[in-house]
């Protein structure tokens, strides 16, 4: 009698488990307006989207404006140095001689006014010396104090015989990067000119001394600073939440970085109608276009008036499309479909891939490389569009764990110490 009460006691919770099963299995029938082939869709910015059928278990043809006309690597005069292997000859194509006088010429200005000593100098050897303790720090004592670094008992060598502690604290005292008596009319205009110097003739170097593959990166880095500085950046999902945040292009197979801007708030320079990330983006890629490349971006950048810009200058886009942008259809919004369907949509320029990634979840991602998509025969069925992006996308993500792992930031409450 008790086994029987128990069965019955437990009859109702069996129901619901049965229910929720037979929910779990039940067949989403998708959008009937995703699923005539050969039908439009007219956007909020009545755009004209034609939906096509998936290709077949072959990818599509690479169009023409993604046969790379460059040859891939480091141009002729950095591959001499290299094939040379001397370290420090590499080092100075990007950190040239210009950038170490001028840092020469600002130091010495800045430590003659402050000390009061019209015959102090520093040497470029010191220069190098300096940040070469600066790489030393980061590769063998990450985090270590001044005082650590040189103790003779837990200190690594390479610090007390590269130059003494007072002299590296003198040189950090003064370093600078700027002259400060032009700096209040340089700043009007350039809120970046306490180091924009010698960041823009690093950045000519990076450009001038690699050429690209076929696909770029771009995406955003966020360099952890809290000193104090009139465009520092407060973003929750990031690791370190403070900092001064940077645009960077990445070649994705060896995450080179071929470009950079630094975010200093409102820009005059971009028109008034253009947005910003179709501004960085325009800006980052602008010597490497015509060129037959593809740039591949996450949904802050991606728009379909970028990619038939790109599509102008022969440069193809791959990247994840938010659905809040006027050209997505509303069908396209409130599509839902069985977990790994597929629906394709095209334009004259573009192709568009609605992917259901997960059960309540799917992807939009806008392509103007793939004219037709194919979709590979494995448990997921992904298409040849995503595939595609998630081979690309992290270019700029490596390069910035790179960065990370061997930070050689110094503690300084001057921000341009924290950027040089």
């Known amino acids: 009698n008790c086994n029987g009460i128990i069965i019955v006691l437990l009859n109702p919770f069996m129901f619901l488990f049965a229910d929720k099963g037979r929910k779990a299995k039940k067949h989403i029938q998708c959008t009937d307006d995703l699923r005539v082939a050969g039908s439009s869709l007219i956007s909020k910015d009545g755009t004209k989207w034609e939906i ?16 790379l006309r460059e040859e891939q690597g480091p141009t002729p005069l950095p591959k001499r140095e290299i094939e040379k292997g001397n370290a420090l000859s590499a080092f100075r194509l990007l950190i040239d001689d210009f950038i170490i006088k001028h840092i020469q ?8 006014i402050k000390s009061k000593n019209n015959s102090w100098t520093i040497s470029f050897k010191e220069i190098y010396a300096t940040i070469a303790i600066m790489y030393g720090r980061g590769l063998l004592a990450k985090g270590q104090s001044i005082t650590q670094l040189w ?112 975010y200093l708030g ?7 109608n253009q947005p910003v990330a179709e501004h960085v983006v325009l800006s980052l890629v602008k010597p490497f276009v015509g060129k037959g490349r593809n740039v591949t971006m996450d949904n802050f950048f991606t728009s379909l008036k970028l990619a038939e810009k790109l599509h102008a200058k022969q440069t193809s886009i791959v990247g994840t499309l938010n659905r809040i ?42 392509s103007s490389m793939h004219r037709s998509v194919a979709v590979d025969n494995q448990k997921k069925r992904l298409p040849e569009t995503v595939a595609y992006y998630n081979n690309t996308k992290y270019g700029v993500d490596v390069l910035d764990q790179m960065a990370r792992r061997y930070s050689t930031k110094n503690s300084s409450r001057r921000w341009p110490i924290q950027v040089f």
């Not at 010429?105 to 003659?112: D, M, N, Q, S």
């Not at 007390?160 to 032009?182: A, G, H, P, Q, V």
């Not at 000519?204 to 995406?219: A, L, S």
Request: hydrophobic residues 30%; aromatic residues 10%.
């Open 325 to 366: 942008r006027r050209e997505v259809p509303q069908s396209v919004k409130s599509s839902k479909c069985n977990r790994y369907c597929t629906h394709i949509l095209r334009t004259d320029k573009c192709t568009l891939t609605v992917y259901q990634s997960k059960p309540n979840k799917n992807v939009l991602l806008l």
């Open 151 to 262: 103790s003779t008992t837990w200190g690594p060598a390479f610090f007390r015989n590269t130059m003494s502690r007072n002299r590296f604290t003198e040189i950090m005292k003064y370093l600078r990067f700027d002259m400060r008596s032009t700096r209040s009319l340089r700043i009007k205009t350039d809120k970046f000119a306490m180091v924009s110097e010698i960041w823009n003739r690093f950045i000519e170097n990076c450009v001038t001394c690699y050429k690209p593959g076929p696909n770029i990166t771009v995406d955003e880095q966020l360099f952890p600073c809290k000193s104090r500085c009139p465009f520092t950046q407060y973003i929750a999902s990031k690791p370190d939440k403070f900092g001064i945040k940077f645009w960077l292009a990445a070649d994705n197979k060896s995450k080179y970085l071929l470009n950079a801007l630094p």
């Open 266 to 272: 409102k820009d005059d320079s971009r028109p008034s």
């Open 52 to 67: 096509v059928n998936q290709g077949a278990n072959v990818p599509g043809r690479v169009g023409t404006q993604n046969i």
């Open 105 to 112: 010429k600002c130091t010495e200005t800045e430590a003659r």
